[in-house]
């Protein structure tokens, strides 16, 4: 389900992307103002010097000494300025105002006799104002008169005000048209995986047919794939086990029936000595009936184990088969089976399931002494070879034909020749029980159309 804490795949996008796209913009804008107004800064330095030129045209040397000749219109002119005030002052080397509305301060370093307007900044009546000076003449006789116009930053200001205004307006619209395109760009982006969340949530639960994965851009192809391949798996898993029960339910019923029609005739019968061939028969489809079900639980067990954790001890395997083999000993007898067992080697110890590894011991040593004939022999051997431990159960009994060897460990299946009463779990339960263990089981003939050699390999530190 969708938890409402979790941030949607565009408010990431968004929370990742807009905030170096408005670090990125605030850093455009101030450099685009920046270069706009050291422009606009050079041009109102231009007018200031011009005003600077219209004072020095107005300077002249008469009789070695400088005549300044300021009609009014000239002055009127320098002083006019609808917004800034100007001051100006011309200077002699002494620090002498000859004309002038104001002291201007002088720079500090000053461009002396360069013949060039220098530009710098100061304040008059603390405020701030940008300054021009030229100085002119220069003889021995003259000495130097120094022209100051200084004006105050009251139109540079509008204009920095201004260019900002329209600069910031515009790059609103800018960054909100970003957002927006991210907002549906990223819509149309993530619009597959909504389609995958919808056809996922409307599928039934027994519907398991693959995601139409055609017309989906790669990313999300690659993981509408990998849940297709997961329903497939799932699938078989499903179908195997629906067969399962079928045939689970279907063994069931056979013993089940029989139980029935025996108590229905038992229930009809005066004759004592019937009676007791009855109850014969009831005992042993009671028997094959509780021997069933614990095969199938000992299967859905083991079969079980592959996505559970099972228990897992340290065993002396030696131990634990010559237990399990003990369980046997009355019924070898009963058919004068010889059986033996045999551990060359010392086993180290076997990580490992008690439980299931007798069920898989019990499961081989009862097959090998029920499809023995009379007076046979049983052979359980244990060894080690370089990783592994090796354990062989051997019989000469009639084995198993090798067309159906590989079938005889599927479950439910028992060879055309099996006459006895199971019901083709007990290999099937074996083999899971070693694949757990990560083992492998083989079966092999032992003579040439006699006897079966059940070999199981465990790796060693498994
Ligand atoms: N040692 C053996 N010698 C000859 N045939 C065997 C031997 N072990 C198994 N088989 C054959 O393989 C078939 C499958 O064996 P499996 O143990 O899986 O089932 P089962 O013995 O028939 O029934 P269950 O063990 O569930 O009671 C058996 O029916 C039998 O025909
Ligand atoms: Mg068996």
Not at 247 to 256: C, E, I, S, W, Y
Not at 310 to 333: G, N
Request: glycine share 6%.
């Amino acid at each position: 389900m969708m938890r409402s804490d979790r941030l949607s795949l565009r408010q990431r996008l968004l929370l990742w992307l807009l905030p170096p796209i408005m670090l990125l913009t605030g850093i455009w804008i101030w450099a685009t103002y920046a270069i706009i107004i050291y422009f606009a800064g050079m041009a109102y330095d231009h007018a200031l010097e011009d005003t600077v030129e219209t004072l020095a045209a107005q300077v002249s040397v008469e009789h070695g000494d400088f005549r300044i000749d300021l009609p009014a219109a000239a002055n009127r002119m320098v002083k006019f300025d609808k917004v800034d005030h100007i001051y100006y002052s011309i200077t002699d080397e002494r620090g002498t105002l000859h004309v002038g509305n104001r002291m201007v301060p002088t720079s500090h370093g000053s461009a002396l006799l360069s013949n060039k307007t220098m530009f710098y900044d100061s304040s008059v009546d603390e405020r701030a104002v940008r300054v021009a000076e030229r100085t002119l003449g220069g003889t021995a006789e003259t000495g130097y008169l120094t022209i100051r116009v200084a004006e105050t930053l009251e139109k540079r200001n509008i204009l920095a005000d201004e260019v900002l205004r329209y600069m910031i307006g515009p790059q609103f619209l800018f960054l909100s048209g970003i957002v927006i395109l991210m907002w549906t760009g990223v819509g149309h982006g993530i619009a597959p995986l909504m389609w995958v969340r919808d056809a996922i949530t409307h599928k039934t639960y027994d519907d398991l047919s693959p995601l139409d994965d055609k017309s989906l851009p790669a990313e999300v192809h690659e993981q509408v794939h990998a849940i297709n391949d997961l329903m497939a798996r799932l699938n078989v898993m499903l179908d195997s086990q629906r067969r399962f029960i079928a045939d689970a339910a279907h063994q069931l019923r056979t013993p089940v029936t029989t139980l029935r029609t025996q108590v229905e005739v038992a229930l009809r019968t005066r004759d004592p000595g019937e009676m007791q061939v009855i109850l014969g028969k009831l005992d042993s489809a009671s028997k094959r009936l509780a021997r069933l079900t614990n095969q199938l639980l000992d299967l859905s067990r083991a079969e079980a184990g592959h996505s559970m954790t099972v228990a897992m001890e340290p065993l002396d395997i030696a131990d634990t088969t010559r237990e399990t083999v003990a369980w046997f000993v009355p019924e070898a007898l009963n058919k004068e089976i010889d059986i033996t067992i045999d551990f060359a080697d010392a086993i180290p110890p076997l990580l490992g399931n008690r439980h299931m590894l007798e069920q898989m011991l019990a499961n081989l040593v009862d097959n090998a002494i029920r499809y023995n004939q009379k007076g046979g022999y049983v052979h359980v051997a244990g060894k080690m070879d370089d990783s592994h431990f090796i354990l062989t159960i051997e019989d000469d009994g009639p084995g198993i034909p090798d067309e159906q060897r590989q079938q005889a460990i599927e479950r439910f299946y028992r060879t055309s020749s099996s006459r006895s009463g199971g019901s083709g779990l007990g290999l099937a339960i074996a083999r899971e029980i070693v694949l757990l263990h990560a083992g492998r089981l083989t079966l092999n003939a032992v003579h040439a159309s006699s006897g079966l050699e059940v070999v199981i390999e465990f790796p060693l530190g498994s």
